[in-house]
């Protein structure tokens, strides 16, 4: 079993490794995530569990009629190019 290289084989991928061996001493340091805020996580996903209820009850049967046509032909059209001819 052979070892596989970890220089890149891309020219660009492989200029980029060199210039950060050259210019680090080690590894990389690892950037630090900033943490998200709770509160605003809560927030937005309170707004995602009743954005569809809330969007539904505001749409006439003809609105959701259309939409349900709308994303019918999308997902026909989408499975019609995948297939190979």
């Known amino acids: ?5 970890k220089t ?3 020219i660009n991928l492989l200029a980029a490794y060199i210039v950060d061996q050259a210019t680090s ?4 340091e690892e950037s630090v ?5 709770p509160a605003a996580v809560e927030l937005g ?4 569990l009743k954005g569809g209820k809330a969007r539904a ?5 003809e609105q959701k009629k259309e939409i349900a046509k709308k994303a ?3 997902r026909w059209d989408k499975a019609g190019k995948d297939t190979v001819t």
């Open 57 to 61: 009850a505001k749409l006439t049967s």
């Open 45 to 48: 996903r309170l707004g995602g």
């Open 72 to 74: 019918a032909k999308a």
């Open 33 to 37: 995530k900033p943490s998200k805020n």
């Open 1 to 5: 079993m052979t070892k596989k290289s």
């Open 25 to 28: 001493e080690g590894k990389p």
């Open 8 to 10: 890149p084989r891309d």
